[in-house]
């Protein structure tokens, strides 16, 4: 691969596909564990290909390449759950909602860490 290979348009090569269907066989496994789940396509920027995001109803979400927009579409489809463009919709709140207690419960659980240490030391 040249050094500006990867900015070039349609050149996708055999690793980009297997990206592809792993990314695929990750985001069905995920959808089909969880419940309300609905997909958000992102476009495609100069560092990455076009994302899917996919939310279940508790805000719990995972993100993966897909490649195109239109590859986005039938994976949905497929899927049997609704799509939407993030650029038009926005991410949904519980999203943000999820995230936010991810963190408090991780910020928790450093102190309670912290706190255990310095209690077995003394």
Known sequence: MGLLDRFRPGRTGK???A???????HLREWAGARIGV???VEP?????????VLVA??????????GSPNRAKKLARSMKIPIYDVQLMGYPQR???HDSRERILRKRSREQDLRRRL????
């Open 15 to 17: 690793a980009a596909r």
């Open 19 to 25: 990206v592809g269907s792993e990314s695929e066989a």
């Open 38 to 40: 609905e997909a958000f």
């Open 44 to 52: 495609s920027t100069l560092v990455t290909e076009t994302t899917v």
């Open 57 to 66: 109803h508790d805000g719990e979400w995972t993100r993966r390449r897909v």
């Open 95 to 97: 999203m943000r909602d």
């Open 119 to 122: 209690a077995d030391e003394s």
